[in-house]
């Protein structure tokens, strides 16, 4: 017998225990151990492949050599057969979104702008900025010293490019007057007053609310 | 013989077990049964397709049926009678498929465990396999041959008679471990001629 092709480097007693199940000798919670092992041991499962066949040679059964490696090939297809397909799924979902923001991306970076609307360069200089509404008790954080600071300075108020100017608006105002006394709907409509009023009014309540935003509230009148 | 039908049964209980493994999902069981029986349902299907590379498709075809038909196998017949069936039926699927005429008669499981001696006579293996298979029949034939006597009747009561352990305990007046040991090291024995062979044929392209 020649000793060198024994198997050093598989356990003896994994061996015998291998020889004892593959007759369905082997007491069955050594058995699952030994399962276990199998299904991560290549070397023990080469073993059995050869144990196998001599034990067909021993019983004369009739023999057709398949490749080596058919075992192998085999389990690989049936796992790629009937793995799910959500195991695929997450890397091509992946891949698939990443395509997809690509080619949207610029788009929707190109919707977030405001329409394109022809710039008038004359109504933007003419858009003076409104000073910023007095931020009063609304929030209980007190900023200290600095979000007072802050609060004191007026900003410019966001207007739309669209705003006509005073000027526009007092000719608006004058042509639509004259126009719905012509026709006999009634007179004057305040407009510009009530408009005024109710910002004053807006002003003078922040006012008493906050006493520091006071400054503000005469910058806006200014 | 009713001692041998026993120990037949622990085998085909170890077939089934493995079964339920594959059913619940464990493809290194598949392996195991896959490298069990590869080669004798390889003498099957080259009865009908004997071309090597051709033979060795359908081979891996009839593997693939049965694994996805295994969710339906109950264990009412064995496990190799099951697998033969379907080789069978995969290859002469295969012979209509190319519009070539299967055998007229069938041979059941039990019965193509006979044809040994017929079956060579039409051997239509590549010539390497053909020695390859001559080899490793007549290393294990050798080695059985020069082993000490209780190692040799204890494999062939095992493997020619398929007693049971207890059985051959029985008959050899020793205890179940003892024919435990001497199987096993019967085994090393055989394994360590069938080895070299293999792994020469592993590198062989």
């Known amino acids: 017998m020649s000793r060198e092709y024994l198997h050093d480097e598989l356990p003896v007693d994994l061996r015998e225990q291998l020889c004892a199940w593959m007759d369905g000798e082997l007491p069955a919670d050594q058995a699952a151990f030994l399962q276990r092992r199998l299904a991560h041991d290549p070397e023990l499962r080469a073993l059995w492949e050869r144990w196998q066949l001599a034990s067909a040679c021993l019983r004369r059964q009739p023999l057709r050599l398949m490749p080596a490696d058919m075992g192998e090939c085999l389990v690989v297809q049936v796992q790629e057969a009937t793995a799910p397909r959500r195991r695929h799924w997450p890397w091509a979902a992946g891949l698939a979104a990443a395509v997809l923001l690509a080619a949207l991306l610029p788009r929707m970076t190109v919707m977030e702008t405001p329409p394109a609307l022809p710039e008038s360069p004359r109504m933007a200089a003419e858009a003076t900025p409104l000073a910023a509404p007095p931020r009063g008790p609304m929030s209980p954080v007190n900023d200290g010293p600095r979000a007072t600071e802050d609060v004191l300075q007026p900003r410019p108020w966001p207007r739309s490019p669209l705003a006509p100017g005073e000027r526009e608006m007092e000719a608006y105002l004058v042509r639509h007057n004259a126009l719905v006394g012509d026709q006999g709907l009634g007179g004057f409509m305040p407009y510009v007053d009530v408009v005024v009023h109710e910002t004053d009014a807006q002003a003078e309540t922040t006012a008493d609310d906050a006493a520091e935003t006071d400054t503000a509230t005469e910058d806006e009148r200014r | ?205």
């Open chain 2, 1 to 205: 013989m009713a001692a041998g039908a026993a120990a037949r049964m622990g085998e085909e209980e170890l077939d089934l077990a493995l079964v339920k493994r594959v059913q619940a999902g464990d493809n290194a069981a598949f392996d195991l049964l896959v490298r069990k029986y590869q080669h004798r349902i390889g003498a099957v299907v080259g009865r009908f397709v004997p071309e090597p590379a051709e033979c060795q498709d359908v081979v891996q075809d009839a593997f693939i049926r049965a694994y996805r038909a295994l969710p339906n196998f109950r264990g009412e017949a064995q496990f190799y009678t099951w697998l033969y069936r379907i080789a069978v039926n995969t290859a002469k699927n295969h012979l209509v498929a190319r519009k070539r005429r299967p055998p007229a008669s069938d041979v059941s499981a039990e019965d193509a465990e006979h044809l040994d001696l017929a079956s060579r006579l039409h051997d239509h293996d590549t010539p390497e396999r053909q020695l390859l298979r001559q080899e490793i029949e007549q290393a294990v034939a050798d080695t059985v041959a020069q082993l000490p006597e209780e190692l040799r009747q204890a494999i062939t009561l095992r493997e020619v008679d398929g007693l049971s352990y207890e059985e051959i305990a029985q008959l050899m007046q020793c205890p179940i471990g003892t024919v435990r040991s001497r199987i096993f090291r019967a085994r090393e024995a055989i394994d360590a001629r069938l080895r070299p062979l293999l792994d020469n044929e592993r590198v062989r392209p």
